[in-house]
């Protein structure tokens, strides 16, 4: 089976740097996703990494080290509206599709 | 831009009945996803299918059933809807390869009484 783990919580304050980390074990590995999720609304995919290294995206940034089973999301110059759930979710190799495992995610809350 | 629609935002059924959460995308994607989330568990995944009538169990297809008859439309099925199926329930689709990231629907919050 798959075993994702990512903090419950998180609280950061407007303009600040964030990192929220994710751990996985898993066998087949094939990628690693992070998705952002407003209370009440559908996720939306942020990123994905599938080889080592760093991703970066605007004020979105994602780490990958497939040797340690880790991920981190960086984000920075934190806003108000960043104030949501953020899911990492790792793919597996399987026989067909593109199924994805989700952790439980991090609610981050943004404070002035 | 992508668009995945679900029949339903809010569904009350009894316990016992059948339920049809219908799912629709427009982007001709191959892939499409039925989850579920639950607080402190997260999103799970109940079935998945990568073609017309083709079909995959996800890990927790207990209780359910999947139809897809055409390409843009993935139906999950509650054969006799119990009060643990209470839930909200994602729709997902995605192109077909390594890469390419899900889209997810609204959601629909189903409660069974």
């Known amino acids: 089976g798959q075993n994702i783990d990512q903090p419950t919580e998180m609280t950061a304050t407007e303009g600040a740097i964030v990192q929220i980390n994710c751990t996985y074990q898993?066998?087949?590995?094939?990628?690693l996703f992070w998705y952002q999720q407003h209370a009440g609304e559908a996720p939306t995919f942020l990123s994905y990494?599938?080889?080592?290294g760093l991703e970066e995206k605007g004020r979105f940034s994602s780490f990958l080290s497939r040797s340690k089973g880790y991920s981190y999301l960086l984000l920075k110059e934190l806003q108000m509206k960043d104030s949501a759930s953020y899911l990492c979710?790792?793919?597996?190799?399987?026989?067909?599709?593109?199924?994805?495992?989700f952790g439980t995610g991090t609610q981050l809350k943004v404070e002035l | 831009d992508v668009k995945v629609t679900q029949s339903s935002r809010y569904l009350v059924k009894r316990t016992g009945e059948k339920v049809f959460l219908e799912c629709v995308q427009d982007?001709?994607?191959?892939?499409m996803f039925w989850y579920r989330q639950d607080p402190g568990l997260g999103l799970r995944l109940i079935y998945f299918?990568?073609?017309?009538?083709?079909?995959e169990k996800g890990d927790i297809p207990e209780g359910y059933s999947v139809s897809r008859e055409k390409k843009e439309r993935f139906s999950l099925i509650l054969e006799s809807a119990s009060t643990n199926q209470t839930s909200m329930y994602l729709c997902?689709?995605?192109?077909?390869?390594?890469?390419?990231?899900?889209?997810f629907g609204p959601g629909t919050r189903l409660t069974v009484t």
């Open positions: 299918s990568y073609d017309v009538k083709m079909k």
């Open positions: 979710a790792v793919r597996k190799l399987t026989g067909g599709g593109n199924k994805l495992t």
């Open positions: 982007m001709d994607h191959e892939n």
């Open positions: 990494n599938v080889l080592d």
């Open positions: 997902a689709s995605s192109f077909g390869g390594d890469s390419y990231e899900q889209y």
């Open positions: 898993t066998s087949g590995f094939n990628g």
